[in-house]
């Protein structure tokens, strides 16, 4: 007996796969438009699209989520594995593999112990690559003639700072300003500080001459942008001397690590950038007190050891007096020293003419002339023997070269071989057969040529010479 026919199974419609899963997109998109999922980040990627793919998973159960490229520049939180977050957005599916995920629109952390683990994550991190020695911490300029101060520009924050300035020192302040709280602020915050050490020294916007990076107090939350490893990471390479004002004095933000100086608050920051203009007057000033009161000293000391000192010196009147007396008496002795000096050079005179007599000239003039022609012969002498004997030393030179030369060899019956070159052959091994070679003997030269190696092979070419021709050869 056949089973009865449901009829209200038989007339369900019929959809294709496609349409079933617009319709399960429609309704779960519009039942799940908006909501917050609490999980661990679990297989977190990035790939060259820009968008972020990781799962949201619990004891219970897994979710995947992707956060498209336009969104994630605009975290609040840099998504890592292992971190709990709550994300918020909606839920999809994805018809190609049938599963459903969820769009994250936005991202913070699950609770203040998960943010507190992260942050010192963080500070090991960098803390490893030096950007928190103490080594490279800068040291503050003492009057700085430019300020440059980044914070938001409607806070109270920058009215404090401004206003601790005009009370202890007016100072001109350069203001860049940013977020300081939420989507983008750790960004602006970077780029600022970079922006500032990017100014020319000597360009229309004067570079700073110091860097103050301020914000009020808030919660954890609220500072997480100066926790940021973009932000940490330009305050250590800034090249400005950099102050961080963030918070109140019990907050600790990462950026207090890499700057040059921490201030607990930003009016305290306000207070270490310059000192009070009028202590610096009131210091100037007793400095200059105590510098006339020690000049007036000095002065009086040096006026009492010149008045000693004159008083143990003559009179200067006495003393020109003496001086003028001595001149009178000088001045009246020089005539009479005159006329004796006169006297005396014209007895020498005298004398010296009585010596020349013409007689007494022509003797010594005739002595002259007999040394001067002894003089010139025995020179003569001299360079006759000198010459004599240079001759003789020739001649004796040239006889010993002439019974060293080798023609005197060549001259007991000997002979010189030549090669092509005109150089000496001294060695059998330099010839080889065909060679051309040249003869010379005690009366001339003649030119040869090398038949064959041996002194057999020598006889029988001289007893046979090739074609009937006369040939000289050498072996």
């Not at 990076?213 to 940490?232: I, K, T």
């Not at 310059?274 to 000095?298: Q, T």
């Not at 092509?420 to 003649?446: H, K, W």
Request: hydrophobic share 40%; aromatic share 4%; charged share 30%.
């Amino acid at each position: 007996m056949s089973e009865p026919v449901d009829n209200a199974r038989v007339n369900v419609p019929e959809f294709s796969v496609g349409e079933l899963s617009h319709r399960l997109k429609r309704s779960v998109e519009e039942t799940f438009a908006w909501v917050r999922v609490r999980g661990e980040i679990s297989g977190f990627k990035r790939p060259a699209s820009g968008h972020l793919y990781f799962a949201l998973k619990d004891a219970d159960a897994v979710l995947d989520a992707v956060c498209w490229k336009g969104q994630a520049a605009r975290l609040g939180v840099k998504p890592e594995d292992g971190l709990e977050v709550i994300c918020s957005g909606k839920l999809t599916t994805y018809p190609g593999r049938s599963k459903y995920q969820m769009v994250v629109e936005r991202m913070e952390l699950a609770g203040l112990g998960a943010l507190m683990a992260m942050l010192e994550q963080r500070k090991k991190k960098l803390a490893a690559e030096g950007l928190f020695d103490a080594e490279r911490k800068r040291a503050l300029p003492y009057l700085p003639r430019v300020i440059g101060v980044v914070t938001s520009p409607t806070g109270a924050v920058i009215r404090d700072i401004l206003h601790r300035l005009r009370d202890r020192f007016p100072t001109r302040v350069l203001l860049w300003p940013v977020l300081v709280q939420g989507e983008g602020a750790a960004d602006q915050v970077a780029r600022a500080i970079a922006g500032f050490n990017a100014l020319p020294p000597d360009g229309p916007v004067p570079r700073p001459d110091i860097l103050i990076v301020a914000r009020g107090g808030g919660s954890l939350e609220d500072l997480m942008a100066f926790n940021e490893e973009s932000v940490v990471r330009a305050a250590a390479a800034s090249q400005i001397p950099l102050i961080s004002a963030v918070g109140h004095e019990t907050d600790t933000t990462l950026i207090d690590f890499a700057s040059d100086r921490r201030a607990p608050t930003p009016t305290a920051a306000a207070e270490i950038a310059v000192p009070v203009r009028l202590e610096l007057l009131g210091d100037v000033a007793a400095l200059d007190e105590r510098l006339r009161r020690g000049m007036g000293r000095l002065a009086l000391e040096r006026r009492r050891q010149l008045q000693g000192l004159l008083r143990g010196l003559r009179d200067p009147r006495e003393k020109l007096a003496q001086a003028q007396q001595r001149f009178d008496d000088l001045a009246e002795r020089l005539p009479r020293a005159l006329g004796v000096g006169l006297r005396a050079q014209r007895a020498r005179l005298d004398a010296s003419f009585a010596k020349l007599r013409p007689a007494s000239l022509r003797r010594e003039a005739a002595e002259y002339r007999r040394r001067l022609k002894d003089g010139m012969a025995r020179l003569g002498r001299v360079v006759l023997r000198r010459r004599e004997d240079a001759g003789q030393a020739l001649q004796q030179r040239v006889k010993l070269l002439e019974s060293l030369s080798y023609r005197n060899v060549l001259a007991r019956g000997y002979a010189m071989i030549l090669d092509v070159d005109g150089r000496a052959v001294q060695s059998a091994e330099q010839l080889a057969p065909g060679q051309d070679v040249t003869i010379e003997l005690r009366d001339g030269r003649r030119d040869a040529t090398i038949q064959g190696g041996s002194a057999s092979k020598a006889r029988a070419a001289r007893a046979k010479p090739a074609g009937g021709k006369a040939q000289e050869e050498l072996f």
